[in-house]
């Protein structure tokens, strides 16, 4: 069974730092579309950056510059480094592992992480 654990949430002061991690089991990590998310209380969820298999990365306006998505695809895992907090940044962070071939999308997402941004 696929698993996405996330870990390194939390509470944070503006302008302080956090690095999310997201750990994969039982797909082969390499090959997918990584992506970290997020859901504000009240809002949809939103996509905070991406990294394909291939290492490229994109990342939304509001991420960029502050966000860094990396990964190690040797412990298969994704990483999201975030600096310069802010409180709008307070959310449910999710990571998703994401495969689309042949017709078939092979959709994953972990349980979501916690990170509150307040004095």
């Known amino acids: 069974q696929v698993q996405l654990v996330e870990s390194g949430g939390g509470l944070v002061q503006p302008g302080g730092s956090l690095r999310l991690s997201c750990a994969a089991s039982?797909?082969?990590?390499?090959?997918?579309?990584m992506g970290w998310y997020r859901q504000a209380p009240g809002k949809q969820r939103e996509l905070v950056a991406q990294?394909?298999?291939?290492?490229?990365?994109s990342y939304p306006d509001s991420a960029k510059g502050r966000f860094t998505i990396s990964r190690d695809n040797a412990k298969n895992t994704v990483y999201l480094q975030m600096n310069s907090l802010k409180p709008e940044d307070t959310a449910v962070y999710y990571c998703?592992?994401?495969?689309?071939?042949?017709?078939?999308?092979?959709?994953?997402w972990g349980q979501g992480t916690q990170v509150t941004v307040s004095s």
């Open positions: 998703n592992a994401l495969r689309v071939h042949g017709g078939r999308r092979d959709d994953y």
């Open positions: 039982e797909i082969i990590f390499s090959i997918y579309l």
């Open positions: 990294i394909g298999s291939d290492g490229i990365i």
